[in-house]
């Protein structure tokens, strides 16, 4: 399936890494049980020994048995060693390896770019050529199961956090509470987890698969819905500053132009004072001349009466 953006890129690389895991726990748990099969059958033999000796056992029957007993431990050292566990393990570490390092990259990355998609195929070829593909599917279908689980879980997990906050109490569920006290009762202990089995088994991997996806896209649909917050948030108080600038550009016109109105009535004022002084200085001038006339003319009639 062709992968279009980061997030399904990382989804796909978390699952083929536990899946790579779940193949080498099961390989670990194969070479224990073989390892573990050998020492009790040393131990068998070293027991048989100690005790033939201290009963004086003789006959052909048990001295036998040491013969047969080392034949067997031999046997399975050898198809240990024809298993390759080590090996297989080894492998299967270098892969996990690769897989972890390239998910780390994604995940800091925000785009789908060359280098990641050539990191991402490259994991891909290391993952198909560690194990075969009857056990790829084997445990990635085990894999898949396990990320629904873990997002259900962490979903309500989540949810019950917001209704502690909100105050709303929680209240336990009857199915959990059952499956908690059939688990820790020890009569109950095999019968429920065979049930448990059953109804994993049961469950259509179609359901798993489309329930995957959904919370895929719910989980990209709420980022889509912070970033738009986000935006619209960034966007509010750009308009909001631009507000107040327009409003203190408005205001400091408002107050340049009163203070131009003030400084062109006070020239007024000044031109009317002045011109009315002119007006004042003009009028006595007049009536200085007038009475200088006046008396020219009355000096003129007494040297004529004279």
């Not at 048995?65 to 050292?77: D, G, H």
């Not at 993952?127 to 599917?137: F, H, M, N």
């Not at 979903?155 to 820790?184: A, C, M, P, T």
Request: hydrophobic share 30%; with cysteine.
């Amino acid at each position: 399936m062709e992968k279009n953006n980061i997030k399904e890129v990382i989804n796909d690389l978390k699952a083929k890494r536990d899946a790579l895991s779940l193949a080498h726990e099961q390989l670990k748990k194969d070479n224990d049980d073989w390892n573990k099969c050998i020492i009790v059958l040393s131990l068998a033999t070293g027991m048989i020994e100690s005790a033939k000796i201290k009963m004086g056992w003789d006959n052909d029957a048990v001295a036998l048995i040491p013969v047969v007993m080392s034949s067997i431990i031999a046997s399975v050292s050898a198809l240990i060693k024809f298993k390759k566990f080590p090996e297989q393990m080894e492998i299967l570490i270098q892969s996990t390896s690769l897989l972890t390092n390239t998910l780390n990259k994604c995940r800091n990355h925000e785009d789908l770019d060359k280098d990641i998609l050539t990191e991402y195929h490259n994991a891909l070829e290391k993952l198909e050529t560690s194990v075969y593909p009857d056990i790829r599917k084997k445990y990635l279908r085990i894999s898949h199961k396990n990320l629904i689980e873990i997002m259900k879980i962490e979903s309500k997990y989540f949810s019950n956090i917001e209704l502690v906050n909100q105050g709303i109490k929680i209240e336990s569920e009857s199915y959990n509470s059952e499956k908690q006290n059939k688990s820790n009762n020890p009569l109950n202990r095999l019968s429920f987890d065979k049930m448990l089995n059953k109804e994993e088994t049961d469950s259509s991997s179609n359901h798993q698969y489309n329930d995957f996806e959904g919370i895929i896209e719910q989980n990209n649909q709420q980022n889509n819905d912070i970033e738009q917050n986000i935006q619209q948030d960034i966007q509010e108080d750009i308009e909001q500053n631009n507000q107040e600038n327009i409003e203190q550009n408005n205001q400091e016109d408002i107050e340049q132009n009163n203070q131009e109105d003030i400084e062109q009535n006070n020239q007024e004022v000044i031109e009317q004072n002045n011109q009315e002084d002119i007006e004042q200085n003009n009028q006595e001038d007049i009536e200085q001349n007038n009475q200088q006339n006046n008396q020219q003319n009355n000096s003129k009639k007494n040297k004529k009466k004279k």
